[in-house]
């Protein structure tokens, strides 16, 4: 008699569905989040590159270095603010503005960094007319998910974001011509 019960079991086909879903729904759940996770990383990433980029304006056309109303370091993080309002904590940007003799100096200009990874800034120093300028900004993105970030990005679940554009300011500083 128990024999029989143990074959009818066995051939019962009710509940398989719930089973192979019960099965696959953690997985599924997870590649999810990641997909997720990653696609909001890259868009801090890339608002981090066009927000340095936007700023990046005001020091090639003279703006910031002919503004004298405010620290040339304040209004580069205005800029940047303005533009970077969505996944970035603008407070958390740390911002290097260098000065160079030639394009061939950016190999010495590697960017330092502390104990813990983060970049640190060597100051704001814009230059002047027809100057070569290294920009640098970087920020520190903490994933949203634990479980996701820890396999993306290690034990503390944050990424260090690096922008780094090198360009020649325009001749901005004209000189009066008189008759």
Not at 95 to 121: C, K, L, Q, W, Y
Request: with cysteine; glycine share 6%; net charge negative.
């Amino acid at each position: 008699m128990p024999y029989k019960f143990i074959k009818r079991w066995g051939r019962d086909k009710k509940g398989t569905t719930a089973v192979e879903f019960s099965l696959l729904v953690i997985p599924y759940l997870v590649l999810t989040l990641a997909i997720i996770e990653l696609s909001i990383m890259y868009a801090a990433a890339s608002l981090l590159e066009g927000a340095t980029s936007s700023a990046a304006r005001m020091i090639r056309t003279g703006q910031l270095q002919q503004n004298e109303s405010m620290a040339p370091e304040d209004q580069f993080r205005d800029a940047l603010c303005s533009y970077a309002t969505v996944l970035i904590d603008c407070s958390d940007i740390v911002i290097e503005v260098e000065t160079m003799e030639s394009f061939s100096d950016f190999d010495e200009m590697a960017p330092t960094f502390d104990e813990d990874g983060n970049m640190v800034s060597s100051g704001v120093s814009a230059g002047g007319s027809n100057d070569r300028v290294l920009i640098r900004t970087a920020v520190r993105y903490t994933l949203m998910t634990p479980f996701i970030g820890t396999l993306l990005a290690g034990a503390d679940s944050s990424i260090l974001f690096m922008s780094t554009i090198v360009l020649q300011t325009e001749p901005y500083e004209f000189e009066d011509i008189e008759d």
